[in-house]
């Protein structure tokens, strides 16, 4: 009696070499976040939440929140520095995609709205959307 045994089909892999995963409408999405992406997202949506208050209180004339909000703004974007040049991982670097994903899709401040709108991560690849066959689309 022979026996039937499914394999699961093999892992993509994307142009950029990273290894991906199918879903079932036929996309291809990229691995995890690294730690330094996780990093670098959550440290730059602090500086972009911090850069929406100060505005704020420029709106509002509120010059002792302002200098509160300055000073927090000044240590997140110390934080952010030491994110982006402290990678854990240097050799494969963390992707810019994969952190503005994160960002837009938190849908956080208005800085962060306005600089990096929410935008689908995951677009199928046809015939319409891919560049080469259909440039300008």
């Known amino acids: 009696m022979p026996i039937s ?4 089909s093999p892992t993509p892999v994307c142009g950029d070499g990273v290894r991906g995963h199918n879903n079932e409408e036929n996309r291809v999405s990229v691995t995890d976040p690294t730690m ?6 959550e440290s730059y949506q602090r500086v972009l939440d911090q850069l929406s208050r100060c505005a704020q209180a420029v709106r509002d004339g509120d010059w002792h ?3 509160a909000v300055a000073g927090d703004l ?3 974007a110390v934080h952010l ?3 982006a040049g402290e ?4 050799g ?13 899709s938190r849908n956080g401040s208005p800085a962060a709205r306005a600089l990096h709108p929410a935008r689908p ?8 959307t891919d560049p080469f066959t259909h440039p300008g689309g």
């Open 5 to 8: 045994v499914e394999m699961p």
């Open 36 to 41: 330094d992406e996780l990093r670098i997202a």
């Open 65 to 67: 929140h302002l200098a």
């Open 74 to 76: 000044s240590r997140g």
């Open 81 to 83: 520095g030491m994110a």
């Open 87 to 90: 990678l854990r991982d240097p």
């Open 92 to 104: 494969t670097g963390p992707r810019a995609e994969v952190v503005l994903d994160m960002v837009a």
């Open 121 to 128: 991560s995951l677009v199928a690849k046809t015939a319409l």
